[in-house]
């Protein structure tokens, strides 16, 4: 794995901090923490991976959140069961990440579900017009 374990868990953490957006912290060192992962996250969004002159980007956690990212948005294992995965779904995860997690898995397989329902729903309108 190319982010250690303990590191990807405090990024997707922050990510879905509720107060993400606003940074509406009393104490000094949470509004930094705070805002370094707003700056981290656009970076993130903005960055190439290149750059002009072709050399790869200078922050070394660039890449390496780029693809915890990927990985987020792409992992097939649920938050339950033999199968969990241990970079989105720690075993101890606060209760509303564990809510939100739980979400992410039921709104990536209703997703799933709809997609497999319209490639059927296409293959059999193929299947009409080439019997007709």
């Given at each position: 794995?190319?982010?250690?374990?303990?590191?990807?868990?405090?990024?997707?953490?922050l990510?879905?901090?509720?107060?993400?957006?606003?940074?509406?912290?009393?104490?000094?060192?949470?509004?930094?923490?705070c805002?370094s992962?707003?700056?981290?996250?656009?970076?993130?969004?903005?960055?190439?991976?290149l750059?002009?002159?072709?050399?790869?980007?200078?922050f070394p956690?660039c890449?390496k959140?780029?693809?915890?990212?990927?990985?987020?948005?792409?992992?097939e294992?649920?938050?339950d069961?033999?199968?969990?995965?241990?970079?989105?779904?720690p075993?101890?995860?606060?209760?509303?990440?564990?809510?939100?997690v739980g979400?992410?898995?039921?709104?990536?397989?209703k997703f799933k579900?709809?997609?497999?329902?319209i490639?059927?729903?296409?293959?059999?309108?193929?299947?009409?017009?080439?019997?007709?």
């Amino acid at each position: 794995m190319l982010i250690a374990l303990g590191f990807s868990f405090q990024v997707v953490s922050l990510m879905y901090h509720r107060d993400f957006l606003f940074c509406r912290h009393l104490s000094a060192k949470h509004r930094n923490v705070c805002h370094s992962t707003k700056y981290l996250m656009l970076h993130i969004r903005d960055c190439p991976g290149l750059l002009s002159n072709g050399d790869a980007c200078p922050f070394p956690w660039c890449r390496k959140v780029k693809h915890l990212l990927y990985h987020l948005v792409s992992c097939e294992r649920g938050p339950d069961g033999n199968e969990r995965c241990k970079v989105c779904s720690p075993p101890k995860l606060s209760p509303n990440l564990a809510t939100l997690v739980g979400l992410n898995y039921h709104r990536r397989h209703k997703f799933k579900e709809r997609v497999k329902a319209i490639l059927a729903k296409r293959q059999q309108m193929v299947a009409a017009a080439s019997a007709a």
